[in-house]
């Protein structure tokens, strides 16, 4: 990963730390030489403090990179995770899918390391490095003819507990930040002219990749026990959680409503580790007009998508067990609006470089929304 930069200020001046490393293969591919690859860097670092967003042809390349960010760089969980002792919550009482995926995830505690080991990590600080495949959109019906486009990038997460963490990730030059606070949610892009989306505070999908055992394990200790399915020649259970109707109205907003979101575990009989993680959402969003309104004539359009997440390389840090690399795989289908069905396949490989427990200094202030939503709340 390549942590330094020309000097924006000054070409002649040191080299400045990049806030978010970048693949050595992106830096690669900026020029045939050394020389040519740090100017083009340097133009790459200036137009991203310049005004250049307001070209159609750039902001039509944002808007796509925006897109595959938010689907798959940076997507989150619809359920607000506690931080609790999953071993010692009841068994008795429950019913036998309950109780089975309670003792299953007892299982899973033990093989990423022990509650001691889960008590033991107060924060962590993660880099890594992500490589994004996606088709373009074509009648659902349809097969892909293989055009497809690759992004490379990387990112930076830091975390304190469940609902304190901050993410920045840039691939191919669109850089997205999100994060929660404790107290609300926020997403946003290096385009200034992007509105700050936020919500209620909710952990980012990429914790639950095998990287934050504590909240998987708390996410899934209330979940039910469907039945068991083979996973590359493993044999798992499988955990099923359902999103409930306060959660999906909290995160629905004035032009979209959530209708469904659930999410499945699947952990292996032989390891107990997490092997797979699923989740399946239907949005239905008003359809607008040339005024920008929302329209009442019931031409929704509906946005299903579907994402698998396969773990693997597990190692351990510090005494416990995190996932260092895998595949997560998106698709989406786009109906309504008195359209033909569309549909859209996104693959995102990614890898983790380096990843830090208990990093010191860590506070509050270090998750602080933007200004402009501070303003907006005032």
């Given at each position: 990963?390549?942590?330094?930069?020309?000097?924006?200020?000054?070409?002649?001046?040191?080299?400045?730390?990049?806030?978010?490393?970048?693949?050595?293969?992106?830096?690669?591919?900026?020029?045939s030489n050394v020389g040519l690859r740090m100017q083009n860097m340097l133009t790459w670092m200036k137009a991203q403090t310049?005004?250049?967003?307001?070209?159609?042809?750039?902001?039509?390349r944002?808007?796509?990179?925006?897109?595959?960010?938010?689907?798959?760089g940076s997507p989150l969980i619809p359920l607000q995770v506690q931080v609790v002792n999953p071993v010692h919550r009841p068994i008795r009482d429950s019913s036998i899918e309950a109780s089975t995926a309670k003792y299953i995830i007892q299982q899973y505690t033990a093989a990423i390391g022990g509650q001691a080991a889960m008590n033991s990590v107060s924060s962590m600080c993660v880099t890594?490095?992500?490589?994004?495949?996606?088709?373009?959109?074509?009648?659902?019906?349809?097969?892909i003819d293989g055009k497809s486009t690759q992004e490379v990038g990387g990112f930076v997460l830091w975390q304190k507990n469940p609902d304190l963490w901050s993410l920045e990730i840039i691939v191919s030059g669109c850089k997205v930040i999100c994060g929660s606070n404790g107290n609300l949610s926020w997403r946003h892009s290096s385009n200034q002219?992007?509105?700050?989306?936020?919500?209620?505070?909710?952990?980012?999908?990429?914790?639950?990749?095998?990287?934050?055992?504590?909240?998987?394990?708390?996410?899934?200790?209330?979940a039910m026990c469907i039945g068991e399915k083979i996973i590359n020649d493993e044999d798992c259970f499988i955990l099923k959680l359902e999103t409930g109707p306060a959660a999906r109205e909290a995160q629905s907003g004035p032009n979209y409503e959530i209708i469904h979101h659930t999410i499945w575990g699947?952990?292996?009989?032989?390891?107990?580790?997490?092997?797979?993680?699923?989740d399946s959402k239907l949005l239905s969003m008003k359809s607008t007009k040339s005024n920008s309104k929302p329209s009442d004539d019931g031409d929704d359009v509906f946005w299903e998508t579907s994402t698998e997440s396969v773990m693997d390389d597990y190692r351990y840090v510090d005494g416990?067990?995190?996932?260092?690399?895998?595949?997560?795989?998106?698709?989406?289908?786009?109906?309504?609006?008195?359209?033909?069905?569309?549909?859209?396949?996104?693959?995102e490989n990614w890898r983790l470089e380096e990843v830090y427990f208990n990093v010191c200094g860590l506070s509050l202030d270090d998750f602080l929304p933007p200004?402009?939503?501070?303003?907006?709340e005032a």
């Open positions: 990963m390549r942590r330094l930069c020309p000097n924006i200020d000054r070409e002649d001046g040191l080299e400045t730390v990049l806030e978010v490393p970048i693949p050595e293969e992106m830096f690669t591919s900026m020029g310049s005004d250049k967003w307001s070209s159609p042809i750039v902001a039509a944002f808007n796509e990179l925006r897109f595959l960010l938010y689907l798959v890594g490095q992500v490589k994004i495949n996606a088709s373009d959109f074509y009648q659902g019906e349809e097969t002219q992007t509105p700050i989306s936020k919500g209620p505070p909710r952990p980012l999908r990429r914790f639950l990749q095998g990287l934050d055992p504590r909240s998987t394990a708390n996410m899934f200790i209330d699947y952990f292996s009989q032989r390891s107990g580790l997490l092997i797979q993680l699923e416990v067990n995190v996932a260092h690399r895998g595949r997560t795989s998106v698709t989406v289908f786009r109906y309504g609006e008195q359209s033909s069905n569309h549909k859209r396949e996104i693959e200004p402009e939503l501070c303003e907006g």
